[in-house]
C-alpha cells in the first residue's frame, strides 16, 4: 500500500488548505484511516480520523476548523484546515489502520504517506 500526501504549503494565520492522501495498491474504504502531525521537537499526534463506518474523531484544538473527509471513488481522503493558527504548523501524515485498532495510537497504524509541510505564518 502506498499514500501519497500532498496539498501542504506556507499560507497566513486564518487561511485554509486542503491536504489529500491518495491510496493505491489497496481499497481504503474499509480501513480506518487517520491525519496526524509532528511539529520539530514534539510527539506525532492525531489531528482527525475517520473510521471504516465513517464515525469522525478530531483532537480539540481543530474542533470546528478542520474537517476529515473520503472520497471512495479516488480512494482518496482530505483534511480540510480551515482558520489556521500558528500552532498548526507541522509535518502532516496520513496513515491507515486496516485492523480497526484504536484511533490515537500511531502504532495501531500500518501504512503511513511521507508527510507534506503546513508552514502557518503569523
Known amino acids: 500500500v502506498q499514500l501519497q500526501a500532498s496539498g501542504g504549503g506556507l499560507v497566513q494565520a486564518g487561511g485554509s488548505l486542503r491536504l489529500s492522501c491518495a491510496a493505491s495498491?489497496?481499497?481504503?474504504?474499509?480501513?480506518?484511516m487517520g491525519w496526524f502531525r509532528q511539529a520539530p521537537g514534539k510527539e506525532r499526534e492525531l489531528v482527525a480520523a475517520?473510521?471504516?463506518?465513517?464515525?469522525?474523531y478530531y483532537r480539540d484544538s481543530v474542533k470546528g476548523r478542520f474537517t476529515i473527509s473520503r472520497d471512495t471513488a479516488k480512494n482518496t481522503v482530505y483534511l480540510q484546515m480551515n482558520k489556521l493558527k500558528p500552532e498548526d504548523t507541522a509535518v502532516y501524515y496520513c496513515?491507515?489502520?486496516?485492523?480497526?485498532?484504536?484511533?490515537?495510537?500511531?502504532?495501531?497504524?500500518?501504512?503511513w504517506g511521507q508527510g507534506t509541510q503546513v508552514t502557518v505564518s503569523s
Open positions: 495498491g489497496r481499497t481504503i474504504s474499509s480501513d480506518n
Open positions: 475517520v473510521t471504516w463506518s465513517a464515525y469522525t
Open positions: 496513515a491507515g489502520d486496516p485492523r480497526g485498532g484504536s484511533l490515537h495510537y500511531p502504532s495501531s497504524y500500518e501504512y
